[in-house]
């Protein structure tokens, strides 16, 4: 906290931003990502020394038993969390230049949702995992597509934009609802916890394959969202203003809201429901190097990724039984984010 | 180059608001928009930047009828600067300008070098290159006005409209905008801006335009403006005289109290 508590003072003083202050946020938030997964493989039940890992990884000397640890159990699970971090983070980041408000999180269209219900769905129906993932991966996109249908046929108003916020909270809620019937109705033996576990969020059962699965739909998504990232920032003018500089700001809206969907449906789907992510760390990381999308993106997707692979350390060693993923970051970011809000400037 | 506006009818859907506007205005020169609160000047603007499309009548680059581009196109020749901005995000002075590049790039592109320079001259031409890693949002009202006008220069249009550029300036910033904005005649752009004060358009010696009653008046040069006219137009007594010490001339208003 002491950290955090210079930093602003330091851009309170200055109010300027230079290109080499931001390079060097760069250096160390990449430093610091390289740092924590070298940390990460470290650290678990069985414990591996840095060395230990140089060797299996460089020279042809290694222990099967290390290798499994380090290559089956740990580097998938690190890979994930580094991933969900970091799309998390970015979709959270777009939807809030998309909303203009920098407390929109990404699950605001219903995407969470519309995952979860989807994922109680194949659980009910005793799908194997591949169809839970598909199946939320599919309500995911439908609930923020019903979310989109809705605020057009409520089209009478003018504020677009509040119009996808409402309709989005009546999705949202519609969806919640189907969820308690179909935790209602399941076996609570089997069927329940496995729902309920599924809702928490976990790394647990991730594999190598799951994340050859979703790396292509991430980066689909991703690469535009970065691409499109510096035309994010006229959204954050009003419609007038934007379109006297030949921009229209509902074409940027649409690719956003769709590329950032997509996204975060392909990572809920695998991972289950993980929140707090793209609402605070997006929020830091302006704080740190400032609003340009263009600069602010990429840096928000790398900080997300070490928030997240440090929330994962934290689940799977604090305890003998892991802790899941969604509590531990509420925990975290709740109080975390009443500091920024504590903090918020008026230049914000 | 010369825009024209030809017959031209405006207003939202099929609600009249302007009928009858026949405007000209060359690179080069300064129209000033003038008349009372809610006569229809945010209409006229609208409509001058193609947000909002003319009822009828049409609109001319030079001898081109441009009425049925796009807006994009629009942003090309004729670029904004609005009475308000808040950003709700807080951008540095540089990428505020950046964004005035917005129309010359591509939608998933981002600015070149070449747009950076583009946008760094515009900084130095309104003279406020020191404030360039400043926060935009932390700016005085002055200097942010100055930002924006640079954001407009960095579009390269031929023509800025500026929807009251001094409003809720000190008399000091107030005197710099009108400045900057004869500094850009210079430069052969052509202007187009509202203003509260007749003065204003003495001390540029604009063109001047009435908007009244669903009308907009064409006065031509503003020396035709009269004591009678600001009596019609603005509902109180105003005297006009001629101010002159060295070599200062110029008309000045002065209301009766």
Same mark, same amino acid.
């Given at each position: ?13 200055? =109010? ?34 840095? &060395? ?43 939807? =809030? ?79 919640? &609802? ?163 809000? &504590? ?6 | ?8 009818? +405006? ?6 608001? @302007? ?12 129209? /000033? #928009? ?49 009475? #308000? ?7 540095? *002075? +540089? ?7 917005? #129309? ?26 020191? @404030? ?16 924006? #006008?640079?954001?407009? @220069? ?38 187009? +801006? ?8 003495? +001390? ?7 908007? $009244? ?7 031509? $040069? /503003? ?6 006219? @600001?009596?019609?137009?603005?509902? *109180?007594?105003?005297?006009? $005289?001629?101010?002159?010490?060295? /070599?200062?001339?110029?008309?000045? /208003?002065?209301?009766?109290?």
């Amino acid at each position: 906290m002491k950290v955090m508590d210079l930093i602003y003072k330091r851009k309170v003083i200055s =109010q300027t931003l230079s290109g080499s202050y931001v390079l060097i946020c760069y250096i160390g938030i990449i430093g610091i990502l390289l740092l924590s997964i070298i940390f990460s493989l470290c650290l678990g039940r069985y414990n591996v020394t840095p &060395s230990e890992i140089i060797s299996t990884l460089f020279s042809g000397e290694e222990s099967p038993f290390i290798s499994t640890i380090l290559f089956n159990i740990r580097l998938p699970r690190i890979m994930m969390a580094i991933l969900a971090g970091g799309v998390l983070t970015l979709s959270g980041c777009s939807y =809030q230049a998309v909303f203009r408000n920098p407390m929109v999180s990404p699950d605001i269209l219903g995407v969470s949702s519309g995952a979860a219900c989807g994922a109680a769905i194949a659980i009910l129906m005793s799908m194997s995992s591949l169809g839970i993932q598909l199946m939320s991966f599919l309500f995911g996109l439908l609930a923020v597509s019903a979310t989109f249908l809705v605020s057009r046929v409520l089209k009478r108003v003018n504020d677009q934009i509040l119009m996808l916020i409402l309709a989005g909270i009546v999705i949202s809620s519609l969806f919640g &609802s189907m969820i308690s019937l179909f935790k209602y109705i399941a076996d609570p033996d089997s069927k329940l916890p496995a729902i309920t576990f599924w809702m928490m969020g976990s790394f647990n059962s991730v594999t190598m394959e799951n994340l050859k699965g979703v790396l292509p739909v991430v980066l689909c998504g991703t690469i535009p969202l970065i691409l499109i990232s510096w035309k994010l920032n006229v959204l954050s003018l009003n419609e007038d203003e934007a379109y006297s500089l030949g921009i229209n700001p509902n074409t940027i809206r649409i690719i956003t809201i769709f590329c950032s969907t997509l996204i975060t449906a392909s990572i809920v789907s695998l991972t289950g429901l993980i929140g707090w992510v793209g609402l605070i760390i997006p929020h830091f990381c302006r704080f740190l190097i400032g609003s340009d999308n263009r600069i602010l993106m990429p840096f928000s997707f790398l900080t997300g990724s070490v928030f997240l692979l440090w929330i994962d350390n934290i689940s799977r060693t604090v305890s003998t039984l892991e802790i899941p993923i969604g509590i531990i970051t509420a925990i975290i970011g709740s109080p975390l984010f009443l500091f920024f809000l &504590s903090k918020r400037r008026k230049d914000f | 180059m010369k825009f024209r506006i030809e017959n031209g009818v +405006m207003g939202y859907d099929k609600k009249v608001i @302007l009928s009858d506007v026949n405007i000209e205005i060359d690179t080069g020169s300064i129209l /000033c #928009v003038m008349g009372k609160n809610g006569a229809g000047k945010t209409t006229f603007f609208k409509s001058l930047l193609g947000v909002l499309p003319l009822i009828s009548g049409n609109i001319f680059l030079d001898d081109i009828n441009v009425s049925n581009w796009d807006r994009k196109k629009f942003s090309s020749i004729i670029s904004y600067v609005p009475q #308000v901005h808040s950003f709700s995000f807080s951008f540095s *002075v +540089m990428e505020v300008v950046l964004l005035g590049r917005s #129309v010359h790039i591509n939608l998933f592109g981002s600015p070149s070098k070449k747009d950076k320079m583009i946008a760094q001259d515009a900084l130095k031409q309104m003279k406020i290159w020191h @404030l360039k890693d400043r926060m935009f949002n932390s700016l005085s009202g002055g200097e942010q006005k100055m930002v924006i #006008v640079a954001r407009a @220069l960095a579009q390269q249009a031929s023509f800025i409209v500026m929807d009251e550029p001094t409003s809720s300036l000190d008399f000091g910033n107030q005197i710099k905008i009108i400045k900057q904005v004869r500094d850009l005649q210079d430069k052969s752009l052509g202007i187009i +801006m509202s203003t509260h004060s007749p003065d204003h358009a003495f +001390m540029c010696d604009a063109h001047a335009l009435i908007v $009244d009653s669903n009308k907009v008046i064409n006065i031509g $040069d /503003c020396k035709n403006v009269t004591e009678s006219l @600001l009596k019609k137009v603005y509902g *109180v007594d105003i005297l006009i $005289d001629e101010f002159s010490r060295s /070599c200062h001339k110029r008309k000045v /208003c002065v209301p009766t109290i």
